[in-house]
């Protein structure tokens, strides 16, 4: 189990505990979290489960695959720092504490 605090874009924090989500996107749809649509189901077609990784979990989280790469740049043109697709990280307990950012609107 990990416990993933989502900030939202109105900045309201919310602690979840995962019971067995396969990524964070798949935790946040369950919570109902604001501003990730997750429009593909996690199909990595949509770029609509994108978040901000707090500066302290990137090294752990690491960096977007080349297909989340191409996907990002596609939507916005460039790959901000910590920006991921929530779909594509895996939820291990090795997460457990894990602080991402909702942008308010698409990528920042
Ligand atoms: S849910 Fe569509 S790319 Fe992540």
């Not at 019971?19 to 396969?22: I, K, L, P, V």
């Not at 199909?43 to 489960?49: D, Y």
């Given at each position: 189990m990990a416990v993933v605090v989502f900030v939202t874009p109105a900045g309201e924090r919310r602690e979840v505990a995962s019971?067995?989500?396969?990524t964070v996107m798949h935790l946040a749809v369950r919570e109902d979290v604001p501003g990730l649509p997750a429009e593909c189901g996690g199909?990595?077609?949509?770029?609509?489960?994108m978040v901000v990784v707090a500066p302290e979990w990137r090294d752990r989280v690491g960096p977007p695959g080349e297909d989340e790469r191409d996907m990002i740049e596609d939507s916005l043109g460039e790959v901000p720092e910590g920006l991921r697709l929530s779909c594509q990280v895996p939820l291990t307990a090795?997460?457990?504490?894990l602080e991402v950012s909702v942008p308010s609107q698409p990528g920042y």
């Open positions: 019971s067995g989500e396969a199909q990595l077609a949509c770029a609509t489960c090795e997460l457990d504490g």
